[in-house]
């Protein structure tokens, strides 16, 4: 079993940053691909970014440039860096860990989430 526990969010205007952070612990494995997902009201969620263990990631395109995952594999901590957020950027962020599914960002590929954190941006 793996535990995921997200930072706080925030609230931020149009332009603005926030960082993002998910602790894991229990059965971690430096193999894990680590995500994060958002989920709007009335939406599906979406997945944002993936990482693996060598540091190989993948991003949706709606946040390509403007935000950047990273993990730190020896305290087995999970970043998101966002950057020129909007209010589309709005929603409930959720990391999640899996092994052995590859660059996914499909949510049902993952196995363990953590409980999600609020990001508002206004306008």
């Known amino acids: 079993q793996v535990q995921l526990v997200e930072s706080a969010g925030g609230s931020v205007q149009a332009g603005g940053s926030l960082r993002l952070s998910c602790a894991a612990s229990g059965q971690v494995y430096s193999r894990h691909y680590m995500a994060w997902f958002r989920q709007s009201p009335g939406k599906e969620a979406a997945g944002v970014a993936v990482?693996?263990?060598?540091?190989?990631?993948t991003y949706a395109g709606s946040v390509k440039g403007g935000f950047t995952i990273c993990r730190d594999s020896a305290r087995n901590i999970l970043f998101l860096q966002m950057t020129s957020l909007q209010p589309q950027d709005s929603a409930m962020y959720y990391c999640a860990a899996a092994r052995w599914i590859g660059l996914s960002l499909k949510p049902s590929d993952f196995t363990y989430w953590g409980q999600g954190t609020q990001v508002t941006v206004s306008s």
């Open positions: 990482i693996d263990s060598d540091g190989s990631t």
